[in-house]
C-alpha cells in the first residue's frame, strides 16, 4: 500500500468518525507541524482505526475509557464523544462507560469526563 | 437494599467475571484491610459491574482499556484479561482493544499490556 | 445498614466537610448520570470518609496530597482545599502538605496545586 | 546555611526517618551519580522535610498518600511505609490512608499499595 | 557554599533561561509559599540547570520533553518552549522534539503540546 | 513511498539505534500481535525516527527523559539507555538528562530511572 493510500484510507475514516473536528484538528496544524495531522490521519484512522476485529462502537469505546484515564485531555474526550455518538453509541452507553471507570480511576477523572460528555450532550441537543 | 444484599449480588458478580482471582484478592486483604476487600465486593462488582446500559462484554473493554493507560496495573490487568475472556470476548478482540489504545498512550504501555496478554494466553492454552 | 442509611450518613458528611460545593457536584449530575451524584454520596462519603482510624484534618491531608499528585484536578483540589479549611487545617498546614509532595512530584504540580490554593485563600479572605 | 550545614541537617532528618533504608539509597548511588544522592539529602530531608507546620506523622502521611497516586513506585512506597512507622504512625494509620485514596485513584493503585503495606508490617512482625 | 551563593547562582541562571517569566512565578509566590520560589531559584536553577555535562540547549530539550509527557502542565511548558528558544533552540528543533514525543505518550498530549508551541511561536512572531 | 519502503527504512534504523534489543521485541510479538510489531518497525522508527531536524543522540535525549516521567517503562528505558550509547550519548550525559528531570518529576522516578541506568552501564561494562 501507497502512503498516499494509507491517507486517503485514514481520511476517509476521519470524516466518517470525527465529522469537521478532525479535518479542523489537522487544518489547524498546517502552518506549524504539518507532519503531525499527517500522522493522525495515516497512522491513527489509516492504520489503527481501520482495523478489523473490533466495529467502530467497540472501538469508540476503548478510546473514551483511555481519554477518561489519562486526564488532562479534555479536548480530545470531546471530540471521542462525539464521535461515540456519531458512529452510534448511545448517550447512555457513554455515560456507562465513564462511569464503569470509577473502580479504576476514581471519581475525580471520572467527574472532569462527566462535565464534558454533558458539554457535548447539551450542544448536540440530546439526552440519556 | 441492604449492605447484605450489595454483597452478595457483588459477590456472585464477581465470581462470574474473575472466577477464582476475585476470592483470591478478597481473602488476601483479609488479616490487613478487610473493607478493602468488601468494598471491591460491593462497590466495584456489587454497584458498578451490576448496572445496566452496557453489557459485560463492553465493560471488560473499558476495564482493559483504562488498565493499559494507567500503566503499573499489571497485576489488576492479568485479572481482567483473564475477565475478558471469561465472558466472551475473544483473543483477537483483546489484542484488539490494547493496539487501539496504541494512538492514545504509545508503543511503551501498549508493548507492557500486550506482554501481559501474551501470558495469559498462554497460561490458557488459547491462541489470536 | 440500608442503602438509605448509607446515603444518609454520606449527605451528612459531605455537608459538614464540602459545604456547599458537595451537593452542588451531586445536583450537577442530576440530569446525566444521578448514580454518580449517588456514589460520591454513599461510597465517597457515606464509607470511606466515615471511617474512623483518621480524623477528618488527616483525611484532607491526604485528600490534598492526592489531588496535588494526578495533575489535572483542579476542580476538585479547590473543593479539597475548602474542605481542609472547613475541618480545621489551618492555611499554613495546607500550604506545608502541598509544599512537602515537592520531592515526590516535582515543581510543575506543585505550582498548579500552589496557584489553586492561592484561589481559594484569596475568596476566603485568609492568609498564610 | 552552608551546604554542609544543609547536608548534616538533611543526614541527620534521614537518618531519623527512613533508618538504615535512607543512607543505603545514598550508597547506592555513589559510583553512577553521587549528587543524585547529594539532593536526597539535603533538598529532600535537609530542606523539605527539615520544614515547620508539619510534624512528621502529618508529613508522612502526605508522602505515602502522593506515592499510593502516583504507582511504580513500590521501592519508595514501602521506604515510606517503614518511614511511618518510625515516626509513630500505627499500622492502622497507614491502612487507613492508603484506603482513603480509593474514591481518587481507583481501586488498582490501592491493591498494590495495600499488598505492599502487608510486606511491610509482615517483615516488621506488625499487625494492624 | 552558602545558601546566598547558590540563590544568586540560581537566579542569574533563572533570568539567563526564562526572561521574565521565572522572576514572575517567584514573585506570584511571595504572598502565599515564598520558600516555594526560593526552591525554584536555589534547587532547579541554581543547582540542576547550573550542573555541567549537558547544555542549556539539551537541558529544555530534556524539560519540555518530560512536560509534554506529564500533561496538564501546560503553563510550565509555555515557559519552557519560550526557554528554549532563550537558550537557542529552533522552532523546529522544539517542533520536532514534541513530535518525537508521539510514539512513547500518543497523540492527545502530544497535540496539547503542539497547540501551546503554536500560542508561543505566534507570541514571539517565530515561524517554523 | 509503499509500505514496504516504510518497513525497510524503520528496521535499518532500529537496528541501527536498539541493535539487537528492536528485532527481539518484534519478534516476540510475531505469535500474538504481529501487526503491533509492524507499526513499531513503520510508525515509530520509519517514519519518526527517521525524521530530519534532530540528530539521534538528541532524539535519544528526548525518548530516554519521556520514559523517566511516564513511569512504569522499565523494559523500555533499559532498551533507550542502550540505544543512547549506541547513537553516541555518553554515560555522564545519560545520568545529566536523568538528573535534570527531577525538578519536574520528583525523586521517586529519577531514582528509578537511575537505577536502570546503573544495571545497564554494568551489564555494558561502561563507566560514568
Known amino acids: 500500500m501507497t502512503t498516499t493510500e494509507r491517507y486517503e484510507r485514514g481520511w476517509e475514516k476521519l470524516r466518517q468518525i470525527d465529522g469537521e473536528a ?7 496544524l498546517k502552518d506549524i507541524a504539518p507532519d503531525l495531522g499527517k500522522y493522525v ?18 472501538r469508540e469505546l476503548v478510546s473514551i475509557s483511555t481519554l477518561v484515564t489519562q486526564g488532562g485531555c479534555e479536548p480530545q474526550l470531546q471530540v471521542h ?3 461515540g455518538l456519531n458512529v452510534g453509541l448511545s448517550p447512555q452507553e457513554i455515560v456507562e ?32
Open 22 to 28: 478532525g479535518p479542523n484538528v489537522v487544518e489547524s
Open 41 to 58: 490521519v495515516e497512522f491513527a484512522f489509516g492504520d489503527v482505526y481501520s482495523r478489523e476485529g473490533l466495529d467502530l462502537r467497540q
Open 81 to 83: 464523544i462525539h464521535a
Open 97 to 128: 462507560a465513564i462511569t464503569h471507570c470509577l473502580p479504576y480511576v476514581g471519581f475525580p477523572r471520572v467527574l472532569n469526563a462527566m462535565f464534558t460528555a454533558k458539554q457535548v450532550f447539551q450542544e448536540r441537543k440530546v439526552t440519556v
